[in-house]
């Protein structure tokens, strides 16, 4: 075979089929425009002052030199600084700062920094792809923590025995949760924090949704004792600061964790260009309130959305954070027995609105589709009224 096992075992299904779907549609010459809700790309703009940084820095020659670890200091400090100021915590810039390429290639590769083929990992399902996908591809054996509407799409820690928590070598988390837009609360990743040091295993945190709790605020890994030991935790400038093309993120963790992903990116880059972290620095200093600028923005836009979803009948709770609306499929017995992808392409078809199966997170989110908010109010209130007409 040309193609690795391991190959097979990541798949790409779902999404790729929503993709040939989407394509099919646009092709499709007399039907009305798509309206792409299926991706977490924002339409938002980030403040101007931002790309001129970026701008102004992309004319000097080093940056389009290859950046070494040497060159993210300035960015490390400024990650620390940010961090002092948002959270109250001291973190050690040379040693608890990484720069990434995106939070999705943070969490993508920590798992090769940790874990050896066979070694045993938690997840929770339904979670982001690319904790899976990361698992996979460092051949972890994956154990699922199934996540749950009657659970309010908290995990249960009690439903591991202590002796699996002594197996496990790690356990990621994502919360404020994509895809179910729960905001999560301190207690669960303090609870998380205190078994990965009872239990020695590492407890990861993808938080590139920080700043976009529209209720309550959004818990912190850093804000769990026992971080600095056992704990690393994703922050991403591509949901708060607008910037997801940029590819700007960072992990804050423990020394060895941080040493361990940066020896692994050794090998695969060379850091975001110096050019986009002055952008990055901008952000986190003077900019460091604006991601809160949005929720006016998202909260209207969701209840826009979900005053007409709920008046056409469809049943949906209030999402705690921006971004995303987590919808149970209708409970007409036909379109459960679609199920969540065939339902979506018809959807899709009918209302030239796409949406995200939920199986594509894990099979925990099966008989979901998710809906994200990425587009203005005028155009999403026009795509829920076509969901509407498209239902039965
Ligand atoms: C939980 C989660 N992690 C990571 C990402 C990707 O973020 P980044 O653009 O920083 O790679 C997303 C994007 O939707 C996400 O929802």
């Given at each position: 075979?040309?193609?690795?096992?391991?190959?097979?075992?990541?798949?790409?299904?779902?999404?790729?089929?929503?993709?040939?779907?989407k394509?099919?549609?646009?092709?499709?010459?007399?039907?009305?425009?798509?309206?792409?809700l299926?991706?977490?790309?924002?339409?938002?703009?980030?403040?101007?002052?931002?790309?001129?940084?970026?701008?102004?820095?992309?004319?000097?020659?080093?940056?389009?030199?290859?950046?070494?670890?040497?060159?993210?200091?300035?960015?490390?400090?400024?990650?620390?600084?940010?961090?002092?100021?948002?959270?109250?915590?001291?973190?050690?810039?040379?040693?608890?700062?990484?720069?990434?390429?995106?939070?999705?290639?943070?969490?993508?590769?920590?798992?090769?920094?940790?874990?050896?083929?066979?070694?045993?990992?938690?997840?929770?399902?339904?979670?982001?792809?690319?904790?899976?996908?990361?698992?996979?591809?460092a051949?972890?054996?994956?154990?699922?923590?199934?996540?749950?509407?009657?659970?309010?799409?908290?995990?249960?820690?009690?439903?591991?025995?202590?002796d699996?928590?002594?197996?496990?070598?790690?356990?990621?988390?994502?919360?404020?949760?994509?895809?179910?837009?729960?905001?999560?609360?301190?207690?669960?990743?303090?609870?998380?924090?205190?078994?990965?040091?009872?239990?020695?295993?590492?407890?990861?945190?993808?938080?590139?949704?920080?700043?976009?709790?529209?209720?309550?605020?959004?818990?912190?890994?850093?804000?769990?004792?026992?971080?600095?030991?056992?704990?690393?935790?994703?922050?991403?400038?591509?949901?708060?600061w607008c910037?997801?093309g940029?590819?700007?993120?960072f992990?804050?963790?423990a020394?060895?964790?941080?040493?361990a992903?940066?020896?692994?990116?050794?090998?695969?880059?060379?850091?975001?260009?110096?050019?986009?972290?002055?952008?990055?620095?901008?952000?986190?200093?003077?900019?460091?309130?604006?991601?809160?600028?949005?929720?006016?923005?998202?909260?209207?836009?969701?209840d826009?959305?979900?005053?007409?979803?709920?008046?056409?009948?469809?049943?949906?709770?209030?999402?705690?954070?921006?971004?995303?609306?987590?919808?149970?499929?209708?409970?007409?017995?036909?379109?459960?027995?679609?199920?969540?992808?065939?339902?979506?392409?018809?959807?899709l078809?009918?209302?030239?609105?796409?949406?995200?199966?939920?199986?594509?997170?894990?099979?925990?989110?099966?008989?979901?589709?998710?809906?994200?908010?990425v587009?203005?109010?005028?155009?999403?209130?026009?795509?829920?009224?076509?969901?509407?007409?498209?239902?039965?």
């Amino acid at each position: 075979m040309l193609t690795s096992r391991r190959l097979e075992a990541l798949g790409n299904g779902v999404f790729a089929r929503t993709d040939q779907a989407k394509q099919a549609y646009r092709e499709n010459t007399g039907a009305p425009p798509l309206i792409d809700l299926s991706l977490g790309s924002t339409d938002l703009q980030p403040p101007v002052e931002i790309l001129q940084a970026m701008a102004a820095a992309v004319e000097e020659p080093s940056s389009s030199a290859y950046c070494l670890e040497a060159g993210t200091a300035p960015f490390n400090r400024a990650v620390a600084a940010w961090c002092q100021r948002r959270f109250g915590v001291d973190v050690d810039p040379r040693r608890q700062v990484q720069l990434l390429v995106g939070s999705q290639e943070g969490t993508a590769h920590l798992p090769l920094a940790v874990l050896d083929p066979g070694d045993r990992a938690l997840l929770l399902d339904p979670s982001y792809p690319s904790h899976r996908g990361g698992l996979v591809l460092a051949g972890a054996s994956i154990c699922s923590l199934p996540l749950s509407r009657e659970r309010d799409w908290l995990p249960d820690l009690d439903a591991i025995g202590p002796d699996l928590w002594d197996q496990l070598k790690l356990f990621v988390l994502g919360y404020p949760h994509n895809p179910t837009a729960r905001v999560g609360d301190q207690e669960l990743l303090d609870q998380a924090m205190a078994r990965g040091c009872r239990h020695q295993l590492v407890i990861a945190n993808d938080n590139p949704y920080v700043d976009l709790a529209l209720e309550g605020e959004a818990p912190s890994l850093l804000r769990s004792p026992g971080w600095s030991d056992w704990g690393i935790e994703f922050f991403s400038l591509s949901k708060g600061w607008c910037l997801g093309g940029f590819r700007l993120a960072f992990a804050i963790g423990a020394e060895p964790l941080i040493t361990a992903l940066r020896q692994v990116k050794g090998v695969v880059d060379f850091n975001q260009s110096l050019a986009l972290q002055q952008g990055a620095i901008q952000a986190l200093t003077r900019w460091a309130d604006w991601p809160r600028s949005l929720h006016g923005v998202y909260r209207e836009r969701r209840d826009r959305v979900l005053s007409v979803l709920r008046s056409g009948g469809w049943s949906c709770s209030t999402p705690e954070m921006a971004m995303y609306l987590w919808l149970p499929l209708p409970a007409d017995d036909e379109i459960q027995t679609l199920g969540d992808e065939t339902y979506a392409r018809h959807l899709l078809q009918r209302s030239g609105v796409a949406l995200t199966p939920g199986s594509g997170f894990g099979t925990g989110g099966q008989g979901w589709l998710r809906m994200a908010l990425v587009r203005p109010t005028d155009e999403l209130e026009q795509g829920a009224r076509r969901l509407v007409a498209a239902c039965p």
